[in-house]
């Protein structure tokens, strides 16, 4: 919302030298969001010329120009510039004559852009200075001519001051309008919360218009056959007339300048009106070509299939849901949100039908959002407009067009009004106190909620408070305590952090998640966060490890149609993100994300359950269907490296990452949880063949799969427009955490020399590496402290279909120095149980 400080200063006093930001800081003490600040950007000498002469002159290129005698100063009198009152300046427009007033720019000027003003030759003469367009002067987009005083209905002596009188010497505050403050979204509101932030005198325009009753009854007929949220479309609908309109006076100066700084495009006088109330009252108005309606109005809600061509010349497809405006032809606007083509305001309109109606917010928002049609008016609906101001503001339209437009007042009109009673709120005696942390006196408490125009009522116990019509979210007790603390001032709340009661702090859950992350990132790895929306290919190409289709949840209204499912995998969005980093340049990336992924079970059906009201705390068998209706939802970790994991450096070559370095992402993990991650061959159908390991812990039911670790195959990784080798693991956090011990359980350094020893085992190729070197692990018992495997040979001296796989082992003795033949023996052991599982030899 951006309030132009010359009209905010009509209803609240403003201090001599207040500046916008002084009016910033105001508004945020009370609880309000600062934005922008906005001006127009030019400085002066800008001043009312008078054309003396105009003399054609044709160019080779077939443009013709006019060199022009203007006057900027009277009589003999030095010009603004200080230069000669008459200045010869050359001129492209031809939609002026001599005598006409116009706003020229002199030498030392500067114009939005900037664009500075100084004395050049052209076309063979020197131009000192500029006759300047609306466009030129940040007023409006026109730029077809020049600007006419005339054409704005202004007449001033030459040399006036041109930035003041076309009122550009203003300047405007930008808020944010958060949903809960629609009253904020207009003039009215934001000068009746700048006097509770500084105590100044408020003046409501609303109370300066008395609205007529219409002798002559329009009809207008409320037809809502399908109510949202139990209420119907138009609680408020006013109509007025005003017949003999002017269509060719142009909007004033001083108003086109108020819209401008507004953020709104002048359009034409009737229309400018219309938004130029809204703006001060926060009501939309809409104004229709009278003459063009086919009887009287009705407001129903679309029909299926029905269409509508809006103002924006787009013909819509309605929903029943839709609110419409009709009169006998069908459609003419969408209630709330646009108006139609067939009785818009144009260039020919002499009588004027006004409509000032109070619209459901949650109807029109839904309207704005489905034809993706935000308007100023739809923006205001939604958040909730005064159900009181309708006629108010209806009149006050009237009232501009009989002064600016030389209209006349009809006594043509309606008023229908089914406002509900607001219900009063009980506020207990003490209880803001006891809310905020801070006293307050009932006199604080009484002056507070009267200034912000509730009624009070002593009641026994407290306070009976019904709350103006404007605030709509005063709703309870606690809204109250609210607005006493903004009003009373935040700065009164003491800052206190409060100390944690023994024995909170984060769960188990939560440690084990900042452990994986501070490990992976110390590991040199980069956390990114990434959407949760992806394709449908990317969930049956990750989602499982076999099976070309997997279950998936599809969101009801995606903010990318091409990505409309929850993930099944963290891994697509990670490779989207490596994508995207290495189209800027970043080649060598090690990156992870930790995160829900949604896995619905095959045949469910999810959503089922009726959410209760949000006031409303469902029972304990409803809570069990509403969560009976949300898919898994396990916690994973993924991470994907590409490019070099090493770079190159002098004396040593780069390192590609690959495999190894996504297994030794795995073991971080599993450092970080304390849960061993077992290691084995496996396969997935977007992994390499041969370069896919599938991981497990061990659980009371066995070993669990866990997730998969290895390489993309290569056509995949080119799928993403990456390298052909790109190393990525995925690992099922939940079921990791399930196994993970309170407390990490430190292994104790054994201080006995260790005894090492290689064994070298011949088995057939198909079976794992890993999978004997658990075997050996398990035959050696406890004196073996560390294996690892160091050789897989297959070749000469090598039977066909077999192969060598050679082990690293080292054993040591808690409590002496083993002997030779003691760790023999171990290692033996182990040998045999290799042998028993696999039929593993000792090479010879």
Request: glycine share 10%.
């Amino acid at each position: 919302m951006r309030v132009p400080l010359s009209w905010l200063g009509e209803f609240v006093d403003l201090e001599p030298g207040t500046t916008p930001e002084d009016v910033h800081a105001a508004l945020v003490s009370v609880g309000l969001e600062e934005e922008e600040i906005h001006r127009f950007d030019l400085t002066g000498p800008i001043v009312v010329g008078e054309v003396l002469s105009i003399e054609p002159e044709a160019q080779t290129n077939g443009k013709t120009i006019n060199w022009c005698q203007v006057r900027v100063a009277p009589g003999d009198e030095v010009a603004a510039d200080g230069g000669p009152a008459v200045h010869g300046i050359v001129c492209g427009a031809h939609n002026f004559a001599v005598g006409d007033k116009v706003v020229v720019t002199l030498p030392g000027a500067v114009l939005p852009g900037p664009f500075p003003i100084a004395p050049r030759k052209t076309y063979g003469h020197v131009s000192d200075g500029m006759i300047a367009s609306a466009r030129e002067l940040g007023l409006g987009d026109e730029h077809d001519g020049i600007l006419r005083l005339a054409a704005l209905g202004l007449d001033a002596p030459v040399g006036t001051d041109a930035i003041a009188l076309l009122g550009l010497d203003d300047s405007a505050v930008e808020i944010n309008v958060t949903p809960d403050r629609g009253y904020a979204f207009s003039i009215r509101g934001v000068a009746r919360e700048y006097a509770h932030a500084t105590g100044a005198t408020f003046r409501d325009p609303a109370l300066a218009v008395t609205p007529a009753p219409s002798s002559v009854e329009f009809v207008v007929t409320i037809d809502d056959q399908a109510p949202i949220r139990s209420r119907i479309g138009a609680s408020v609908f006013v109509t007025r007339a005003v017949r003999g309109v002017d269509p060719t006076r142009p909007s004033p100066a001083w108003l086109i300048a108020r819209l401008k700084l507004a953020g709104i495009r002048s359009i034409s006088l009737i229309v400018d009106v219309t938004n130029y109330v809204m703006i001060e009252l926060g009501q939309p108005i809409h104004a229709y070509d009278l003459d063009a309606l086919a009887g009287g109005l009705t407001v129903r809600r679309a029909a299926t299939g029905e269409k509508l061509t809006t103002l924006d010349d787009v013909t819509r497809t309605l929903s029943p849901e839709d609110l419409l405006i009709t009169d006998g032809s069908g459609p003419i606007g969408l209630a709330g949100v646009m108006g139609g083509q067939t009785t818009e305001i144009g260039a020919a309109t002499t009588n004027v039908l006004v409509e000032a109606a109070n619209f459901d917010p949650v109807s029109i928002a839904r309207t704005a959002r489905r034809h993706k049609l935000p308007s100023e008016a739809s923006r205001r609906f939604e958040r909730g407009v005064d159900p009181a101001v309708a006629a108010v503001a209806a009149a006050r339209v009237v009232q501009l067009l009989v002064e600016l437009a030389g209209g006349v007042a009809d006594d043509l009109g309606s008023l229908h009004d089914a406002t509900p009673a607001t219900e009063p709120i009980f506020l207990p005696t003490g209880f803001i106190s006891g809310l905020i942390g801070l006293e307050y006196t009932g006199e604080e408490v009484r002056t507070s909620l009267a200034e912000i125009g509730a009624s009070l009522q002593e009641t026994e116990g407290g306070l009976s408070v019904t709350a103006p019509s404007w605030r709509p979210d005063l709703t309870d007790k606690w809204t109250l305590a609210e607005e006493v603390a903004r009003i009373v001032g935040y700065d009164r709340i003491p800052s206190v952090l409060p100390v944690a009661p023994p024995g909170r702090g984060l769960t188990r859950s939560q440690v084990l998640r900042r452990q994986v992350a501070q490990t992976l990132a110390a590991a040199g790895h980069t956390e990114v966060l990434a959407y949760p929306f992806v394709a449908e290919k990317a969930n049956n190409l990750f989602g499982a490890p076999a099976g070309p289709v997997v279950p998936q949840m599809r969101v009801a209204n995606p903010l990318d149609g091409e990505a409309p499912f929850l993930r099944t995998s963290i891994l697509p969005g990670l490779l989207q993100i490596a994508h995207r980093n290495r189209s800027r340049g970043l080649t060598d990336l090690a990156i992870f994300e930790q995160g829900q992924v949604f896995r619905p079970l095959a045949g469910a059906v999810y959503g089922s359950a009726v959410v209760p009201p949000g006031a409303v705390r469902p029972s304990a068998h409803l809570e069990a269907e509403l969560n009976a209706g949300i898919p898994p939802q396990p916690f994973s970790v993924g991470v994907v490296l590409t490019g070099n994991a090493v770079r190159q450096q002098p004396g040593r070559p780069a390192v590609a990452a690959g495999w190894q370095d996504a297994l030794a992402a795995v073991q971080q993990v599993a450092l970080a949880t304390g849960v061993a991650i077992q290691v084995r061959q496996g396969s997935h159908q977007a992994m390499h063949p041969g370069r896919t390991a599938e991981l497990f812990v061990t659980t009371d039911a066995g070993a669990a799969s866990v997730g998969f670790a290895g390489e993309l195959l290569p056509a995949i990784a080119r799928g993403f427009d990456l390298p052909a080798v790109v190393a990525v693991a995925e690992i099922d956090l939940s079921v990791v955490f399930a196994r993970a011990g309170a407390e990490l359980q430190a292994t104790p350094i054994r201080t006995m020399p260790a005894a090492t020893q290689d064994l070298s085992l011949v088995v057939d190729v198909v079976v794992p590496a890993g999978e004997v070197l658990e075997a050996v692990i398990a035959g050696s018992g406890s004196l073996l402290d560390h294996a690892e495997l160091v050789d897989d040979y297959r070749g000469a001296g090598i039977p066909s279909g077999r192969k060598s796989l050679t082990f690293a082992l080292r054993f040591r003795a808690a409590d002496r120095t083993l002997t030779a033949a003691e760790a023999s023996d171990a290692k033996l052991a182990g040998v045999a149980v290799a042998a028993a599982r696999f039929g593993a030899t000792l090479r010879e």
